[in-house]
């Protein structure tokens, strides 16, 4: 008798079962978060009074328009070579495919410091891509790539690529092969075909690998800290020296609540876009 | 349309994944070398860096805290987020809707900012112990992880194997554990390898909770790089990469690697 009532399609069983989760992320994120956000409305100086400062500094909204900018290249970079190679891999044959869906998955489990580090040795003054430039007589004197927004980019679309690769190649294998042959033995060319058929249906697939890149470059921290520095601060470099050297706790809030905001806003407006365009889509 | 593309997209798909691939080479061959500088191709091959790690105390100690709490916070995770997947796949329809997103909230909001809300609350806040605090925080950044991924397996489990077994009167929990938990074990180990790996290799969560004789591996291999510019970095990212290879060797063993992709 208990054990059948144990198995009744109650939802307080459901409930208690995912308590201890549903409580963990309460306790320790919505309630730690929602307190820095509700932090910066609660001024002395009055309840705008951190974000009228924040935009009145003409350093920190150069931060935060660089860091929509250095997310910007990232994303549309990554969109193309991303979707390029998709394409590519979603048509390779099952073996080579499987081989190549491993080589991207390795990258993205590799660690961020690790993968910035290897453009440190790559771009540096005495890096290789100079040591390269000046043996072949390309350049006169090593070029200063480091520390600069291209620097950054690089690094950043190296991270999102194999997400992008990753995400896209799923997408491109659910369409249908019979819709892209009807395309062709219909006559269209296979530029046609792909403009006016495969890029379509790849459009919400499209969308949300852009909102994984752009909201992950517009977040992270490792990749500009090594490759842009004190030149190239984003919003995460300028958040942790607000926090961490500073000690400017409104300051640090403030930014934490500008990121938040707008993460969720694209995901969000992202996400109503997709399902507009697509009703399929979820 | 002919089913192979166009020689230019293989073209660019070549370079993409040449691109991908030779950073991770150069960092292998800049951790072989002999100098004391990094450089690539390596001159003179040899492991010193590589001893270099272990004779560096503040390599020893963040080794073993990240591995510590890698593993907890993994083993914390699968302890609330397998009920939670389980509930949540069990009592679709009398669960709101909502309560699978909260589970998801934690890679929806920036992981940075999260660091810095935990470091705001609970250590200067709370007065929480650094050790407890970034076990708090990896383990709310890889439930995520958890309970995606069990609750995938769970979709294609058919729950009346479960209900035949307790109305022939095996015990609910009895079940679980002999009719339930063994179906989804595919599902419970990569949750378990990709929470591992994401738990290693965070940076950002960690930024924040790390204070005097604490660290991560990541958080002392970048405040390393900003001091000395010696192979030692190299070798240590290299030592990550083949925990990553190794772990990946054993899903390709039990599951294959296409898992991971989905």
Same mark, same amino acid.
């Given at each position: 008798m208990t054990s059948r009532r144990f198995w009744c399609r109650d939802g307080a069983t459901g409930w208690a079962l995912s308590a201890p989760a549903t409580l963990a992320v309460l306790c320790f994120l919505i309630v730690p978060i929602g307190a820095v956000i509700a932090g910066t409305f609660m001024d002395p100086r009055g309840a705008f009074a951190p974000y009228i400062s924040y935009f009145n500094s003409g350093f920190r909204t150069t931060v935060l328009f660089r860091t929509l900018q250095i997310s910007a290249f990232t994303t549309i970079i990554s969109l193309i070579f991303g979707f390029m190679t998709a394409y590519v891999v979603s048509r390779a044959p099952a073996k080579l495919k499987s081989l190549l869906i491993v080589a991207a998955v390795f990258p993205l489990l590799t660690g961020v410091v690790v993968r910035a580090f290897a453009w440190l040795i790559i771009l540096g003054r005495n890096g290789i891509l100079?040591?390269? !430039?000046?043996?072949?007589?390309?350049?006169?004197?090593? !070029?200063?790539?480091?520390?600069?927004?291209?620097?950054?980019?690089?690094?950043?679309?190296?991270?999102?690529?194999?997400?992008?690769?990753?995400?896209?190649?799923?997408?491109?294998?659910?369409?249908?092969?019979?819709?892209l042959q009807a395309s062709s033995s219909l006559g269209a060319s296979p530029m046609a075909t792909?403009?006016?058929?495969?890029?379509?249906?790849?459009?919400?697939?499209?969308?949300?690998?852009?909102?994984?890149?752009?909201?992950?470059?517009?977040?992270?921290?490792?990749?500009?800290?090594? !490759?842009?520095?004190e030149r190239q601060t984003v919003l995460a470099t300028l958040l942790q020296q607000r926090a961490m050297v500073s000690f400017d706790w409104v300051g640090a809030s403030t930014i934490a609540t500008i990121m938040t905001a707008i993460t969720i806003s694209i995901v969000l407006a992202m996400s109503h876009i997709a399902r507009r365009i697509n009703p399929m889509a979820t | 349309m002919s089913d192979r593309p166009h020689p230019i997209l293989i073209a660019v798909a070549a370079l993409v994944y040449l691109f991908l691939m030779v950073p991770l080479v150069i960092v292998v061959g800049a951790a072989l070398s002999d100098t004391t500088y990094l450089t690539f191709p390596p001159q003179g091959l040899s492991l010193r860096w590589f001893e270099n790690i272990f004779a560096i105390s503040a390599f020893r100690r963040t080794i073993v805290t990240s591995l510590q709490i890698a593993f907890l916070g993994t083993m914390i995770a699968l302890l609330i987020g397998i009920p939670a997947a389980y509930a949540l796949n069990r009592f679709?329809?009398?669960?709101?809707?909502?309560?699978? #997103?909260?589970? /998801?909230?934690?890679? @929806?909001?920036?992981?940075? /900012?999260?660091?810095?809300?935990?470091?705001?609350?609970?250590?200067?806040?709370?007065?929480?112990?650094?050790?407890?605090?970034?076990l708090i925080g990896h383990t709310l950044i890889v439930l995520p992880y958890v309970v995606r991924v069990i609750s995938a397996s769970l979709a294609s489990f058919d729950f009346a194997i479960e209900e035949a077994a307790i109305s022939l009167g095996s015990a609910p929990v009895k079940t679980f554990f002999t009719i339930v938990l063994p179906n989804v074990r595919a599902g419970v180990i990569a949750a378990f390898i990709l929470a591992f790996i994401t738990s290693l290799n965070d940076v950002?969560?960690?930024?924040?909770? #790390?204070?005097?004789?604490?660290?991560?591996?990541?958080?002392?291999?970048?405040?390393?790089?900003?001091?000395?510019?010696?192979? #030692?970095?190299?070798?240590?990212?290299? @030592?990550?990469?083949? @925990?990553?290879?190794?772990?990946?060797?054993?899903?390709?063993?039990?599951?294959?690697?296409?898992?991971?992709?989905?």
């Open positions: 100079n040591q390269t !430039l000046l043996a072949l007589g390309i350049v006169n004197e090593p !070029l200063e790539m480091l520390y600069t927004q291209g620097a950054v980019i690089v690094g950043m679309v190296y991270l999102f690529v194999p997400l992008m690769v990753l995400s896209l190649v799923g997408v491109l294998e659910n369409i249908p092969k019979d819709v792909f403009r006016q058929v495969l890029l379509p249906l790849a459009v919400p697939g499209l969308i949300v690998g852009a909102v994984l890149v752009f909201t992950g470059s517009f977040t992270a921290y490792a990749t500009p800290q090594l !490759l842009g520095g | 679709r329809v009398e669960l709101p809707k909502w309560l699978g #997103t909260l589970f /998801v909230l934690p890679i @929806l909001v920036p992981e940075i /900012v999260f660091g810095f809300a935990l470091l705001k609350s609970l250590t200067v806040g709370a007065g929480v112990p650094i050790f407890a605090a970034l950002s969560v960690s930024l924040f909770l #790390t204070g005097p004789g604490i660290s991560t591996l990541p958080i002392q291999i970048l405040a390393h790089v900003e001091q000395f510019f010696d192979p #030692t970095v190299a070798s240590v990212s290299v @030592l990550l990469m083949f @925990l990553t290879v190794a772990v990946m060797a054993i899903v390709e063993r039990t599951l294959g690697l296409t898992f991971l992709a989905k």
